[in-house]
């Protein structure tokens, strides 16, 4: 079983930045795909980053350019950082992992609000 808790979020003018991190725990995760998803409101989910083990990386195109994904395996964490931010980048962002025999882990959630 893994456990992830985001952090990081909150409430950010346009063309800011805020970094988002999702610390796992309960299994090494070194091994596994890492990415992020948001959800905005009343709109359904939406892949947003992927990063893998090898280290290769890849964006949705609504936020390339301006955002990155990282990881530091040493502890178990998946970064977002996230530069430029836009009124439609509000969303709750999710960290997922892609473990063993198809189990797939989330995190709780964590607020991101761009305003205007």
């Known amino acids: 079983q893994v456990q992830l808790v985001e952090s990081g979020g909150g409430l950010v003018q346009a063309g800011g930045s805020l970094r988002l991190s999702c610390a796992a725990s309960?299994?090494?995760?070194?091994?596994?795909?890492m990415a992020w998803y948001r959800q905005a409101p009343g709109k359904e989910y939406k892949f947003v980053a992927r990063?893998?083990?090898?280290?290769?990386?890849y964006y949705a195109e609504s936020v390339k350019g301006r955002s990155t994904i990282s990881r530091d395996n040493a502890k178990s964490t998946v970064y977002l950082q996230m530069n430029n931010l836009k009124p439609e980048d509000t969303a709750i962002y999710y960290c997922?992992?892609?473990?063993?025999?198809?189990?797939?882990?989330w995190g709780q959630g964590i607020q991101v609000t761009v305003s205007s």
């Open positions: 309960g299994r090494t995760v070194s091994t596994y795909p």
């Open positions: 997922q992992i892609e473990g063993d025999s198809g189990n797939v882990y």
């Open positions: 990063i893998w083990s090898s280290g290769i990386t």
